[in-house]
């Protein structure tokens, strides 16, 4: 719901662990309670998907517009052809037809986090608009010019590479005059005093503020905000390991969900202020429930349902919740329809299994890794102790009949509580 400018967002985004870095913050502050400001956060894209990292950005967009100020969403068709600095070396660049279709991609995925209706409507945008038609003489002369050589090398991710064996290509060591142009041109176009970031952005976002004071002669705005890490202290991000995607061709809706309820204790407070629009006082009693039975895990639970139903919606928040019960015993598993529940067991050991071949419980087991031997599988259905489909299995030998399996292809294997596997026949 969106409230009139004046709303204190700053305090909101401080009060939600989500505010890094700010130009001058008394001076932002006074704009965006005298507001509406016109604000843009951009998007590269060098993959087909936008991932964990950025979802930080879509929700801190959500929360400006809630509190009355105009989204630019600006999506790179040209700085995404060029790639930001990385520390760990030069980007391998993409075909112009591979981006193009990377841009339409990211352009949907966005429009469901703003709202582009209203008053303070929400705008796409496209960098490759202003930068196709301008010669490189043009770059040189009229952007170029208004950079210094010294303040570019600074940046650090442009300062690691050039230290490193590897080196920096102009190429990419023309990123930020890129970005920097993003930020006059948005100016000039729509009035924009303000751009929002990730903190490892901040390099760049600055390079913007500087140019428009020099070319302009006014002084804008930029915001930073804190980075999502992982527990080893690495980004969510493309280039590393455990990438968790926002399109569910990428990263299933279960995954997602998964992702999330796992999140260790110490995380999951943050996780909520940053990803949900739970208040102070829900958050404050959520505490209170979890420190009184620890072993529900609450927190993690609310968590999961809030961001998959934020990036996936509420009908397939459902589907993955149900697929999660009856995996451990506490829904029917027939009733799960085929993608929810192929996508809940692909996260699973699976056996894969051709057509006609007998299907054996002991051996299933060993097969997809829950027990390190056929006849440890037997022990294991002797002892009552294995499960196919949420029911007990009692005869070692005797085949599971194809009756059984789930959309005609799949079982679930589960030995006690909570180890589960898959059996795929296909």
Known sequence: MTTAPGSGIIDELRWRGVLAQSTDEDALRAALDAGPVTFYVGFDPTAPSLHMGNLVQLVTARRLQDAGHIPLILVGGSTGLVGDP?????????????????VARIADQVKPFVSFEGPNAARLVNNLDWTAPMSAIEFLRDVGKHFRVGRMLAKEAVSARMNSEEGISFTEFSYQI??????????????????????????????GVDLIHRVEGVSVHALSTQLITKPDGTKFGKTESGTVWLSPEMTSPYAFYQFWLAAEDAAVDWYLRVFTQRTQEELAAL?????????????????????????HGATTTARVEAASAALFGQGDLATLDAETLGSALAELPTARVSPGEPLIVPRLLAEAGVVPSASSGRRAVVEGGAYVNNERWADADAPVPVEQLLHGRWLVLRRGKRTLAAVDVA
């Open 287 to 311: 505490a209170e429930e979890t420190a009184a039975r620890p072993q529900a895990r609450a927190a993690q639970r609310l968590l999961a349902q809030d961001v998959t139903t934020l990036v």
């Open 178 to 207: 890129l970005q920097g142009m993003d930020y006059l041109e948005l100016y000039r176009r729509h009035g924009c005093t303000l751009q929002t970031g990730g903190s490892d952005q901040w390099g760049n976002i600055t390079s």
């Open 86 to 102: 990385r520390m760990s070396g030069e980007r391998v660049l993409n075909d112009p037809e591979v981006v193009a279709g990377w």
